[in-house]
Protein backbone atom coordinates (compact mmCIF):
# COMPACT_ATOMS: atom_id res chain seq x y z
CA UNK A 1 0.00 0.00 0.00
CA UNK A 2 1.37 3.50 -0.81
CA UNK A 3 2.46 5.53 2.27
CA UNK A 4 4.05 8.62 3.02
CA UNK A 5 5.95 9.65 6.23
CA UNK A 6 6.62 13.15 7.20
CA UNK A 7 8.67 13.77 10.53
CA UNK A 8 8.85 15.49 12.70
CA UNK A 9 5.01 16.32 13.37
CA UNK A 10 6.05 19.49 14.91
CA UNK A 11 8.88 22.08 14.79
CA UNK A 12 9.75 25.26 16.71
CA UNK A 13 12.83 27.13 15.19
CA UNK A 14 13.74 30.58 16.17
CA UNK A 15 14.37 33.03 13.34
CA UNK A 16 16.95 32.63 11.28
CA UNK A 17 17.60 28.82 12.33
CA UNK A 18 17.95 27.00 9.08
CA UNK A 19 16.28 23.16 9.17
CA UNK A 20 14.89 20.40 7.53
CA UNK A 21 11.69 18.15 6.97
CA UNK A 22 11.63 14.94 5.75
CA UNK A 23 9.24 12.60 3.97
CA UNK A 24 9.83 9.38 3.41
CA UNK A 25 7.52 7.14 0.77
CA UNK A 26 6.51 4.14 -0.43
CA UNK A 27 4.79 3.90 -3.44
CA UNK A 28 4.63 2.01 -6.79
CA UNK A 29 5.23 4.07 -9.85
CA UNK A 30 5.80 7.47 -8.40
CA UNK A 31 4.80 10.17 -10.77
CA UNK A 32 5.63 13.22 -8.97
CA UNK A 33 5.78 14.55 -5.33
CA UNK A 34 4.08 17.51 -3.99
CA UNK A 35 4.88 20.12 -1.53
CA UNK A 36 2.39 21.99 -0.17
CA UNK A 37 1.69 25.13 2.80
CA UNK A 38 -1.33 25.32 4.40
CA UNK A 39 -2.03 27.98 6.76
CA UNK A 40 -4.29 27.55 9.64
CA UNK A 41 -8.51 27.56 8.00
CA UNK A 42 -7.07 27.53 4.26
CA UNK A 43 -6.60 25.62 1.55
CA UNK A 44 -3.26 23.80 1.05
CA UNK A 45 -1.02 26.35 -1.40
CA UNK A 46 1.24 24.67 -4.16
CA UNK A 47 5.11 25.03 -3.57
CA UNK A 48 6.85 22.94 -5.36
CA UNK A 49 6.70 19.68 -7.80
CA UNK A 50 9.82 16.77 -7.84
CA UNK A 51 9.67 14.13 -10.64
CA UNK A 52 12.81 11.88 -10.09
CA UNK A 53 15.41 11.44 -7.53
CA UNK A 54 18.34 13.97 -7.82
CA UNK A 55 15.84 16.79 -8.52
CA UNK A 56 16.05 20.13 -6.69
CA UNK A 57 13.71 23.25 -6.37
CA UNK A 58 14.10 26.44 -4.94
CA UNK A 59 11.76 29.19 -3.96
CA UNK A 60 12.49 32.17 -1.79
CA UNK A 61 13.92 30.88 1.26
CA UNK A 62 12.62 26.77 0.94
CA UNK A 63 14.14 24.03 -1.29
CA UNK A 64 13.06 20.77 -1.67
CA UNK A 65 15.37 17.61 -2.90
CA UNK A 66 14.15 14.25 -3.81
CA UNK A 67 15.76 10.69 -3.55
CA UNK A 68 14.06 7.08 -4.42
CA UNK A 69 12.71 7.32 -1.15
CA UNK A 70 12.43 10.36 0.51
CA UNK A 71 12.20 13.90 0.03
CA UNK A 72 13.78 17.23 2.14
CA UNK A 73 11.83 20.56 2.31
CA UNK A 74 15.40 22.84 3.46
CA UNK A 75 14.24 26.16 5.22
CA UNK A 76 17.20 28.12 5.41
CA UNK A 77 17.26 31.39 7.63
CA UNK A 78 12.92 30.84 8.57
CA UNK A 79 10.58 33.85 9.29
CA UNK A 80 7.90 34.11 11.44
CA UNK A 81 6.49 34.26 8.22
CA UNK A 82 7.31 30.75 7.05
CA UNK A 83 4.55 29.52 10.10
CA UNK A 84 2.58 26.91 8.61
CA UNK A 85 1.78 23.27 8.44
CA UNK A 86 3.76 21.98 5.69
CA UNK A 87 2.38 18.96 3.90
CA UNK A 88 4.18 16.51 1.36
CA UNK A 89 2.55 14.58 -0.88
CA UNK A 90 2.76 11.81 -3.71
CA UNK A 91 1.38 11.03 -6.98
CA UNK A 92 1.53 7.34 -7.85
CA UNK A 93 0.09 4.55 -9.76
CA UNK A 94 -2.70 4.08 -12.57
CA UNK A 95 -4.61 7.31 -10.90
CA UNK A 96 -3.68 10.54 -10.16
CA UNK A 97 -4.78 11.19 -6.50
CA UNK A 98 -2.18 12.47 -4.42
CA UNK A 99 -1.73 10.65 -1.10
CA UNK A 100 -0.94 12.89 1.78
CA UNK A 101 1.44 12.84 4.93
CA UNK A 102 0.27 14.02 8.13
CA UNK A 103 2.22 16.87 7.86
CA UNK A 104 4.77 18.83 9.93
CA UNK A 105 3.62 21.77 12.31
CA UNK A 106 6.72 24.81 11.72
CA UNK A 107 6.41 27.54 14.35
CA UNK A 108 9.13 30.05 13.45
CA UNK A 109 9.79 32.23 17.14
CA UNK A 110 11.42 35.86 15.96
CA UNK B 1 -5.23 28.86 -4.38
CA UNK B 2 -7.72 32.19 -5.33
CA UNK B 3 -8.38 30.22 -8.54
CA UNK B 4 -10.39 27.30 -7.60
CA UNK B 5 -14.17 28.62 -5.66
CA UNK B 6 -15.83 26.88 -3.45
CA UNK B 7 -18.90 27.53 -1.40
CA UNK B 8 -20.00 27.87 0.79
CA UNK B 9 -17.31 28.28 3.11
CA UNK B 10 -19.08 27.37 6.10
CA UNK B 11 -21.79 25.48 6.41
CA UNK B 12 -23.79 23.90 9.44
CA UNK B 13 -26.13 21.29 9.03
CA UNK B 14 -28.39 19.44 11.49
CA UNK B 15 -28.13 15.68 11.91
CA UNK B 16 -30.47 14.05 8.81
CA UNK B 17 -30.19 17.24 6.84
CA UNK B 18 -28.72 17.48 3.41
CA UNK B 19 -24.79 19.10 2.24
CA UNK B 20 -24.48 20.27 -1.31
CA UNK B 21 -20.81 21.54 -1.45
CA UNK B 22 -19.68 23.52 -4.66
CA UNK B 23 -16.35 23.69 -6.44
CA UNK B 24 -15.50 25.64 -9.45
CA UNK B 25 -12.05 24.39 -10.91
CA UNK B 26 -9.13 26.54 -12.18
CA UNK B 27 -9.66 28.19 -15.62
CA UNK B 28 -9.09 25.85 -17.97
CA UNK B 29 -9.32 23.02 -15.86
CA UNK B 30 -11.55 19.65 -16.49
CA UNK B 31 -9.86 17.44 -13.75
CA UNK B 32 -11.02 17.83 -10.02
CA UNK B 33 -10.75 16.12 -6.95
CA UNK B 34 -12.29 16.20 -3.69
CA UNK B 35 -10.22 15.94 -0.05
CA UNK B 36 -11.94 15.51 3.36
CA UNK B 37 -9.89 16.64 6.18
CA UNK B 38 -10.85 16.06 9.85
CA UNK B 39 -9.16 17.63 12.73
CA UNK B 40 -5.69 16.85 13.62
CA UNK B 41 -5.60 14.36 10.71
CA UNK B 42 -4.46 14.37 7.31
CA UNK B 43 -5.90 15.22 3.90
CA UNK B 44 -7.50 12.00 2.67
CA UNK B 45 -8.15 11.38 -1.20
CA UNK B 46 -12.31 10.82 -1.57
CA UNK B 47 -12.90 11.44 -5.59
CA UNK B 48 -11.35 12.23 -8.78
CA UNK B 49 -13.29 13.85 -11.50
CA UNK B 50 -13.40 14.67 -14.88
CA UNK B 51 -16.22 16.52 -16.79
CA UNK B 52 -18.85 13.68 -16.57
CA UNK B 53 -17.17 11.40 -15.45
CA UNK B 54 -16.24 9.45 -12.35
CA UNK B 55 -12.26 8.11 -12.57
CA UNK B 56 -11.95 7.03 -8.97
CA UNK B 57 -14.52 7.21 -5.78
CA UNK B 58 -11.97 4.44 -4.13
CA UNK B 59 -12.26 7.25 -1.26
CA UNK B 60 -15.90 8.01 -0.91
CA UNK B 61 -17.56 6.45 1.76
CA UNK B 62 -20.20 3.87 0.68
CA UNK B 63 -23.11 5.43 1.52
CA UNK B 64 -24.67 9.12 1.83
CA UNK B 65 -21.85 10.62 -0.28
CA UNK B 66 -21.96 11.00 -4.50
CA UNK B 67 -19.89 13.58 -6.48
CA UNK B 68 -20.40 14.71 -9.67
CA UNK B 69 -18.99 17.27 -12.20
CA UNK B 70 -21.70 17.57 -14.57
CA UNK B 71 -20.76 19.08 -18.44
CA UNK B 72 -21.76 22.72 -17.32
CA UNK B 73 -21.23 24.06 -14.01
CA UNK B 74 -19.41 23.53 -10.76
CA UNK B 75 -18.50 20.07 -8.92
CA UNK B 76 -21.29 18.88 -6.36
CA UNK B 77 -20.14 16.91 -3.43
CA UNK B 78 -23.45 16.08 -1.98
CA UNK B 79 -23.62 14.48 1.39
CA UNK B 80 -26.92 13.05 2.52
CA UNK B 81 -28.51 12.37 6.01
CA UNK B 82 -25.58 13.70 7.53
CA UNK B 83 -24.11 12.58 10.71
CA UNK B 84 -21.89 14.15 13.44
CA UNK B 85 -18.97 12.46 12.35
CA UNK B 86 -18.96 14.01 9.15
CA UNK B 87 -18.14 17.57 10.65
CA UNK B 88 -14.88 18.14 8.64
CA UNK B 89 -13.39 20.33 5.84
CA UNK B 90 -13.80 19.46 3.08
CA UNK B 91 -11.39 20.68 -0.16
CA UNK B 92 -11.82 20.80 -3.82
CA UNK B 93 -8.58 20.86 -6.12
CA UNK B 94 -8.56 21.06 -9.93
CA UNK B 95 -5.64 20.07 -12.24
CA UNK B 96 -5.28 20.82 -16.04
CA UNK B 97 -4.69 16.98 -16.96
CA UNK B 98 -3.48 14.04 -15.24
CA UNK B 99 -0.36 13.00 -14.27
CA UNK B 100 2.32 15.10 -13.01
CA UNK B 101 0.17 18.17 -13.42
CA UNK B 102 0.07 20.84 -11.07
CA UNK B 103 -3.35 19.96 -8.50
CA UNK B 104 -4.58 23.89 -7.24
CA UNK B 105 -6.73 23.84 -4.01
CA UNK B 106 -9.70 25.55 -2.93
CA UNK B 107 -10.00 27.26 0.26
CA UNK B 108 -12.16 24.51 1.82
CA UNK B 109 -15.95 24.19 2.80
CA UNK B 110 -16.00 23.69 6.29
CA UNK B 111 -19.16 21.82 7.82
CA UNK B 112 -20.47 21.58 11.09
CA UNK B 113 -23.12 18.99 12.07
CA UNK B 114 -25.11 19.96 14.89
Known amino acids: EDQVTQSPEALRLQEGESSSLNCSYTVSGLRGLFWYRQDPGKGPEFLFT???AGEEKEKERLKATLTKKESFLHITAPKPEDSATYLC???????????FGTGTLLAVQP | NAGVMQNPRHLVRRRGQEARLRCSPM?????VYWYRQLPEEGLKFMVYLQKENIIDESGMPKERFSAEFPKEGPSILRIQQVVRGDSAAYFC????????????FGEGSWLTVV
Open chain 2, 93 to 104: ASASGGSGNTIY
Open chain 1, 50 to 52: LYS
Open chain 2, 27 to 31: KGHSH
Open chain 1, 89 to 99: AVQAGATNKLI
